[in-house]
């Protein structure tokens, strides 16, 4: 199994940055498509970000395409996603998932969750 941890959320000013990280652990991050979700209270938890294993692919959600990137150092086992522009819509709680084959924007097809890490967009 693959252990997963998010770090690098915090409280940002509407039009600011974030780089959100996802070490994992247990076994190389190598094996899986790599994915960032997020869920803002009282809502569901939606796709925003998903990398190949290679890194090759990216895929993004309409909603943060342009402002986000995804990215992966497999020799640091470690995922990132770095958040431009950022607006109080994008304040939620950001999970990190991994799943074996190929990317996918489905949040049940993924077999392994970190613990989230809470990013708040203030206006």
């Known amino acids: 199994q693959v252990q997963l941890v998010e770090s690098g959320g915090g409280l940002v000013q509407a039009g600011g940055s974030l780089r959100l990280s996802c070490r994992a652990s247990?076994?190389?991050?190598?094996?899986?498509?790599m994915n960032w979700f997020r869920q803002a209270p009282g809502k569901e938890r939606t796709f925003v970000a998903a990398i190949s294993r290679s890194g090759v692919s990216t895929y993004y959600a309409d909603s943060v395409k342009g402002r986000v990137t995804i990215s992966r150092d497999n020799t640091k086992n470690t995922v990132y996603l770095q958040m431009n522009s950022l607006n109080p819509e994008d304040t939620a709680v950001y999970y990190c998932a991994a799943r074996n084959g190929s990317p996918s924007t489905n949040n049940v097809e993924y077999d392994y969750w970190g613990q989230g890490t809470q990013v708040t967009v203030s206006s």
């Open positions: 247990g076994r190389a991050i190598s094996l899986y498509a």
